[in-house]
């Protein structure tokens, strides 16, 4: 992505919202040819530069293909992974889309999980809503489905919060967080880390986010 078609791009402002999410979302493109294959990712990045509402349930509900090599499934990681810090720098606004998201049956475990992670990262752009987030996720770590308690879980565990410790640690041991996806000595460790550093990415701007997480190893 040259930089000076990425500040024209954000220049264009809410005009160029739509045409963005209707690129990052087409997943089937990773697993193209190069270089067209960057497409959606070009374009997610983009958007962690335009705050958009509109962008949150388009992102969290979009599908990604299985990748058939290593190289195809490096690009599928950059995107999923990078996908909850996009959301997250909208910023505070982002708070209840996200939450909405997270108690609707509809959307799918992926998509939740998305949406567990986005919230971690958003209390490293908002610190100020750290409390409001650790007390959302807490009071969801034992519904119904295991799956998705384990992403509330990891997110938790990712924001390094050690007062999360007892109330996530109960929960695994009362069964309520499906034991193939997530493991207690990993849960502990990072609960009582104190740290959220793994969670910093979130506040690369758009030319960091290129140095820090290049598309391919020689660029």
């Known amino acids: 992505m040259p930089f000076p078609l990425a500040q024209h791009i954000i220049a264009t402002g809410e005009d160029a919202i739509a045409p963005l999410v209707t690129l990052a979302i087409d997943t089937e493109l990773l697993i193209g040819a190069e270089p067209r294959c960057y497409t959606p990712i ?4 983009l958007l962690g530069e335009v705050d958009s509402l509109d962008a ?4 969290i509900h979009a599908p990604i293909p299985a990748a058939p090599n290593q190289a195809i499934e490096k ?3 950059i995107w999923d992974g990078e996908l909850p810090q996009v959301i997250a720098r909208i910023g505070a606004a982002a708070y209840e889309p996200l939450v909405t998201l997270l108690d609707d049956e509809h959307t799918s475990n992926i998509g939740h999980h998305r949406v567990a992670i986005a919230l971690a ?9 750290t409390d409001q987030i650790v007390t959302t996720l807490e009071g969801r770590l034992t519904s119904a489905d295991t799956d998705r308690n384990a992403s509330v879980a990891l997110a938790l565990a990712n924001m390094g ?10 929960a695994y041991k009362d069964g ?8 207690p000595g990993p849960l502990r460790q990072l609960l009582l880390s104190k740290s959220n550093a793994r969670l910093r990415c979130v506040t ?16």
């Open 176 to 183: 309520h967080l499906a034991k193939d996806a997530v493991q």
């Open 204 to 219: 690369h701007p758009l030319d960091e986010r290129y140095a820090h997480h290049p598309l391919t190893p020689t660029n």
């Open 56 to 59: 949150i349930a388009p992102l």
């Open 75 to 77: 690009r599928t990681a």
């Open 161 to 170: 919060v050690d007062r999360s410790y007892t109330v996530v640690m109960q």
């Open 42 to 45: 070009h374009a997610l990045r």
């Open 121 to 129: 990262y958003l209390s490293v752009a908002q610190p100020e809503l």
